[in-house]
């Protein structure tokens, strides 16, 4: 991992620029999850309807504390399962309505370079996989390039990481309708063990 990459790809970030680099499940495409003109560009590249909410990561639970209400349920889940998404309503208006009006999934990543990306720039950050809606998910730039060929132009930055494991997605976990709403790595029966047996 090319620490001063990561620097270089933070700074594009924090100047509203967009970047695709590897997660912990297939490459992402994200940019400052508090700039709405640059997140209005992921969902161009993406050709993303705006009906569908944009993840988060963020690289502590102290950055997530910002930007959503926590409560014990959902700090039990960031503490017990690396990596898991859970949705909670949103504080304040830092995040633009266009991510999402009421609620935010957030994750901690346990890739190391989305996470220093998130503590480098200081901001969470959008985290959706980097390709165009409804193809599949990308494990290698030359897919993400291939997937998204008619707006490379508006990429500011790849981080090659060569071809990634191909992970289950993220469990997302939604604290405010109680629901699973995706199964990845982490099972259903798992996350109601843990939370004696509801949500």
């Given at each position: 991992?090319?620490?001063?990459?990561?620097?270089?790809?933070a700074?594009?970030?924090?100047?509203?620029?967009?970047?695709?680099?590897?997660?912990d499940?297939?490459?992402?495409?994200?940019?400052?999850?508090?700039?709405?003109?640059?997140?209005e560009k992921?969902?161009?590249?993406?050709?993303?309807?705006?009906?569908?909410?944009?993840?988060?990561?963020?690289?502590?639970?102290?950055?997530?504390?910002?930007?959503?209400?926590?409560?014990?349920?959902a700090?039990?889940?960031?503490?017990?399962?690396?990596?898991?998404?859970?949705?909670?309503?949103?504080?304040g208006k830092?995040?633009?309505?266009?991510?999402?009006?009421?609620?935010?999934?957030?994750?901690?990543?346990?890739?190391?370079?989305?996470?220093?990306?998130?503590?480098?720039?200081?901001?969470p950050?959008?985290?959706?996989?980097?390709?165009?809606?409804?193809?599949?998910?990308?494990?290698?730039?030359?897919?993400?390039?291939?997937?998204?060929k008619?707006?490379?132009d508006?990429?500011d930055?790849?981080?090659?990481?060569?071809?990634?494991?191909?992970?289950?997605?993220?469990?997302?976990?939604?604290?405010?309708?109680?629901?699973?709403?995706?199964?990845?790595?982490?099972?259903?029966?798992?996350?109601?063990?843990?939370?004696?047996?509801?949500?």
């Amino acid at each position: 991992m090319d620490i001063n990459e990561i620097k270089k790809a933070a700074m594009i970030i924090i100047n509203g620029g967009i970047v695709v680099y590897p997660t912990d499940t297939c490459y992402g495409i994200g940019c400052d999850a508090t700039n709405p003109v640059a997140i209005e560009k992921i969902f161009l590249i993406k050709e993303r309807s705006k009906d569908k909410p944009l993840p988060l990561i963020a690289s502590s639970i102290e950055m997530i504390k910002s930007y959503v209400y926590l409560d014990e349920r959902a700090l039990k889940l960031f503490n017990t399962f690396p990596g898991i998404s859970v949705a909670l309503r949103k504080k304040g208006k830092a995040i633009p309505d266009i991510v999402n009006s009421d609620k935010i999934a957030f994750r901690i990543p346990s890739n190391e370079i989305s996470r220093k990306l998130c503590e480098f720039s200081n901001k969470p950050i959008i985290s959706t996989s980097a390709n165009k809606s409804g193809d599949p998910s990308p494990y290698s730039i030359k897919e993400v390039k291939s997937s998204l060929k008619n707006y490379l132009d508006h990429i500011d930055l790849f981080i090659d990481y060569g071809v990634l494991d191909k992970n289950p997605p993220s469990t997302i976990v939604d604290l405010i309708t109680g629901e699973v709403s995706r199964v990845g790595k982490v099972t259903e029966k798992q996350i109601l063990d843990l939370l004696g047996g509801k949500l």
